[in-house]
C-alpha cells in the first residue's frame, strides 16, 4: 500500500476518533483552518473542471468532508461546554466577525444557513435529481448512437467501447450526486440543531456547573457557540456550492472562469446597451449620477477593449483557401498512405437509396447492420469487421453492390416503393415486375401496395426493401467469412479465449502452431459454413493432434470429427433422419487413386474426362434429390471428403459434404441416392 493510501485511511479513521477523545484548543484551531482550506480547495477544482467526470470522485469527497465536519462540531461542542472556549479560530468568529454581539451573529448565522439550505442546497439536489433521471433515460438511446456509429464505420472498436464506458460512469456518477446531495442537506439541518444546542446547553451549564450570572453566561455560550457555528457553515457553503458548479457544469473545452468570460463577452457591442441602460437610469433617476456614470462609462471602455480585440483575433484567423488546403494535403505523404486502405466489407449504393441509410427519412440501414454483425456471431462464432456504407454516384438510382476487400461479390436493385413477392410454380399469377431474388437466386416479382393484399392472400411471401438488403448482405457475408478472418482476428478471439481458457491457448500458441496454422484450420470450416463459436473445442482438437501432423487438410478433418455433434444438429433435424447422396465406391476408387501427394501437402488430379462425367452423375442425383423438395447433402468416407470437397467447389459449392465420422452414432441416416462412376447412376 502506499503511503498516500495509507494516509487517507488513518485520516478517515481519525475522523470517527475525533467523535469520542476530546481535543485541545490548539489542535482544534488546525482542524478548523483544515476544514476550511479543504472546502476552498475543493472548490476551486470544482470551477477548474472541464466536465463532471473529472472529478468523479466528488460524491465520495462530500460524504467524507461532511463526516469530518460533523466531528469537528462534536469536538468543538465538547470544548465549548466543558472549558468554555472553543479555540482561538471560535473566539475570533465570535467576536471580531459578528462585532461582539450575539444578536448580529445569531442573525448572521441565520442569513447563512438560509442561503446554504434553502438556495445552493436545494437548487443543487434539483438539478442532481433530474440529471440523474433523465442520465438513465438517455442510456439506451447513447448506446444505439454508439453501435450505429460502429456499424457505418464512423468510429472504431476501441473508440466505443470507451464511450460506452464514459455513458456508464456517467450514469453511476450523477446517481452517486443525487443520493449525496441528501448529506448536505442533512448537514446543514445538523447544524441548525447544534448550534441551538450550544446556545442552550451551553447556558444551563454556565449557571450551574461554572457559577456564571445569566447575562455572563448568555453572552458567553452565545458567542462561542455563534462562532463555531460560522466557522462550521462557511466550509459548508462552499461545498455545496461546489456541488451546484459540479451538477449544472456541461461538457466544455474549459474551465468554469475560461467559459464564463468567453461567453459573457461574446458580444462586445452588448456592452454598449448596458452602459447606455445605466445612464439613463442615472439622468432620470434620483440615485447619484456620481455613483452610476463612472460605472456606465467602465463598461462603456470595456465594450471598446472587447470588440477591439476581437477584431485583432478574426483578422489574424484568416484560413487558407480550400484549393490551398487540399492541394497541402495531397503533398503529404500520409494522404497517399490512406488511399492503400482497404475496407473488408462495403456497402455502396445508389442515389435512389439514400433513405434505407437516412434516419431522418426512416431508414434502419444502419440498425439492422448491427444485428447483421451480431446473427453472424452467434452462426458463426466470428466478429464480422465494420460494414462500411457509403452511396456511390456510378450505380444506378437503385442499384446497389456488395464488396469484400475492394472487390464486388454481390449486385441487386431495390425498388423502395415496391415489395418482393417470392413465388413458385404452382402460385397463381400476379401482376408485377419480374425479378430474381438476390439472395438465393429465387423467380420473384415487385409488387406494389395495391397488389401486396392480393399476393398474401395467393399465399406469395412478401418482403420489404431493407429485408431484402439485410438478407442478401446477410448471406454474403457467410458465403465470405473465410475471407474476413484474418490473423488479426483469429489474434482477437485467441486473446478473448485466453481469458476464460489460459492452458489451452498458452499449449497450443504459439509452441504447437502458429496464430498463421490456426487461421488456415478456421478459415476452412468456415468456408463449408460450418461454426468456429465452439473455439475451446476446435483449440483443444489442434492440440491433441499438432504433435503427429501441421496440414491444415488433415487437422480441419480432425477438427470436424469433434465437432460431430455440431455438425448433425446442423444438418439434420431434431429427430428426423437424415437424407443423404451416398459416394459409391467406383467413385470413392476413383479419387483415391487421384490423389497425388507432396512436400506441400496433397491436392486432386483427375482427368477431364473423369471429371466431366462425375460431375454429370452427380448433377442428376442432384437434381432428382432437388425435385422432392431435399436439400442435397453428399456422404462419404472420411478419407476422400476433402477432396471431394474440392472437386464441388469448382461446380457446386454450395453442396454440404460431410463424413461418416461427423455423424452422431444414434442419428438415422437414409440414402436417397448413390452416386456411381462409368455412367451409372442408382
Not at 461554572?210 to 457557540?225: E, I, K, N, P, Q
Not at 449486385?411 to 425479378?435: N, P
Not at 483415391?592 to 471429371?611: C, K, M, P, V, Y
Request: charged share 20%; glycine share 8%.
Amino acid at each position: 500500500m502506499k503511503i498516500r493510501d495509507f494516509a487517507i485511511l488513518v485520516s478517515v479513521i481519525m475522523i470517527v476518533v475525533m467523535m469520542v477523545i476530546p481535543l485541545p484548543p490548539l489542535l482544534l484551531d488546525l482542524l478548523i483552518m483544515v476544514n476550511l482550506s479543504l472546502a476552498i480547495t475543493i472548490l476551486l477544482v470544482a470551477m477548474n473542471t472541464k466536465e463532471p467526470l473529472q472529478f468523479s470522485i466528488f460524491p465520495t469527497l462530500l460524504l467524507l468532508t461532511t463526516l469530518f465536519r460533523l466531528a469537528l462540531n462534536v469536538s468543538t461542542t465538547r470544548s465549548i461546554l466543558s472549558e468554555r472556549t472553543g479555540g482561538q479560530v471560535i473566539e475570533t468568529f465570535g467576536n471580531f466577525v459578528v462585532g461582539g454581539s450575539a444578536v448580529i451573529g445569531i442573525l448572521v448565522f441565520l442569513i447563512l444557513v438560509i442561503i446554504q439550505f434553502l438556495v445552493i442546497t436545494k437548487g443543487s439536489e434539483r438539478v442532481a435529481e433530474v440529471a440523474a433521471r433523465f442520465t438513465l433515460d438517455s442510456m439506451p438511446g447513447k448506446q444505439m448512437s454508439i453501435d450505429a456509429d460502429l456499424g457505418a464505420g464512423m468510429i472504431s472498436e476501441h473508440e466505443a467501447r470507451t464511450r460506452r464506458e464514459k455513458i456508464s460512469r456517467e450514469a453511476d456518477f450523477y446517481g452517486a450526486m443525487d443520493g449525496a446531495s441528501k448529506f448536505v442537506k442533512g448537514d446543514a439541518i445538523a447544524g441548525i440543531v447544534i448550534t441551538l444546542i450550544n446556545i442552550i446547553g451551553g447556558f444551563i451549564i454556565g449557571m450551574l456547573v461554572h457559577g456564571m450570572s445569566v447575562s455572563d453566561s448568555a453572552t458567553t455560550f452565545t458567542l462561542l457557540s455563534i462562532g463555531d457555528g460560522l466557522v462550521s457553515q462557511i466550509p459548508a457553503l462552499l461545498i455545496s456550492t461546489a456541488m451546484g458548479i459540479i451538477v449544472t457544469r456541461a461538457a466544455s473545452d474549459g474551465n468554469l472562469g475560461s467559459d464564463i468570460t468567453k461567453q459573457l463577452f461574446a458580444y462586445p457591442k452588448m456592452m454598449y446597451v448596458v452602459a447606455g441602460t445605466l445612464f439613463m437610469i442615472g439622468v432620470f433617476t434620483p440615485i447619484s449620477k456620481w455613483l452610476i456614470l463612472p460605472v456606465a462609462f467602465g463598461l462603456a471602455v470595456l465594450g471598446f477593449v472587447l470588440q477591439r480585440n476581437l477584431d485583432k483575433e478574426e483578422a489574424q484567423l484568416v484560413p487558407e483557401s480550400q484549393e490551398q488546403q487540399e492541394v497541402e494535403s495531397m503533398k503529404s505523404p500520409e494522404s497517399v498512405l490512406d488511399l492503400l486502405h482497404v475496407d473488408a466489407i462495403e456497402f455502396e449504393f445508389g442515389y435512389g437509396l439514400i433513405p434505407l441509410a437516412d434516419k431522418k427519412q426512416g431508414g434502419d440501414l444502419l440498425d439492422r447492420v448491427i444485428m447483421i454483425r451480431r446473427q453472424c456471431a452467434l452462426e458463426l462464432g466470428v466478429v464480422v469487421p465494420v460494414i462500411r456504407i457509403r452511396d456511390n454516384v456510378q450505380l444506378g438510382p437503385n442499384d446497389y453492390a456488395i464488396k469484400i476487400k475492394g472487390n464486388e461479390v454481390a449486385r441487386g436493385q431495390l425498388m423502395l416503393d415496391h415489395y418482393l413477392a417470392l413465388k413458385s410454380d404452382d402460385d397463381v399469377l400476379i401482376t408485377g415486375i419480374e425479378t430474381v431474388e438476390p439472395a438465393f437466386g429465387m423467380p420473384a416479382l415487385w409488387i406494389d401496395e395495391l397488389t401486396r393484399e392480393e399476393a398474401e392472400l395467393y399465399g406469395y411471401v412478401i418482403i420489404d426493401p431493407p429485408s431484402v438488403v439485410s438478407t442478401h448482405l446477410t448471406e454474403v457475408i457467410k458465403r465470405h467469412a473465410h475471407e474476413l478472418i484474418g490473423r488479426e482476428e483469429v489474434k482477437a478471439l485467441v486473446d478473448h479465449m485466453r481469458e476464460s481458457s489460459p492452458a489451452v491457448v498458452e499449449e497450443l500458441i504459439p509452441q504447437q502452431l502458429t496464430l498463421g496454422e490456426v487461421q488456415k484450420v478456421l478459415a476452412k470450416l468456415l468456408k463449408e459454413k460450418i461454426s468456429i463459436r465452439n473455439l475451446v473445442t476446435i483449440l483443444e482438437t489442434l492440440s491433441d493432434f499438432a504433435p503427429s501432423t501441421k496440414d491444415p487438410e488433415i487437422l480441419t478433418e480432425y477438427v470436424r470429427q469433434s465437432l460431430s455433434r455440431q455438425i448433425t444438429q446442423q444438418f439434420s433435424p431434431q429427430g428426423e433422419a437424415l437424407k443423404v447422396l451416398t459416394v459409391g465406391a467406383s467413385v470413392e476408387k476413383k479419387f483415391a487413386n487421384s490423389i497425388q501427394r507432396s512436400e506441400h501437402g496433397s491436392f486432386l488430379s483427375l482427368d477431364a474426362e473423369s471429371t466431366q462425367q462425375i460431375y454429370e452423375a452427380l448433377l442428376d442425383q442432384v437434381r432428382v434429390v432437388q425435385g422432392q423438395g431435399i436439400q442435397p447433402v453428399l456422404l462419404t468416407t472420411p478419407g476422400i471428403r476433402p477432396y471431394m470437397r474440392q472437386f464441388l467447389e469448382r461446380f457446386s459449392a454450395d453442396i454440404p459434404v460431410i463424413s461418416y465420422n461427423e455423424l452422431e452414432p444414434q442419428l438415422e441416416v437414409q440414402s436417397i441416392g448413390v452416386v456411381q462412376w462409368n455412367g451409372v447412376n442408382v
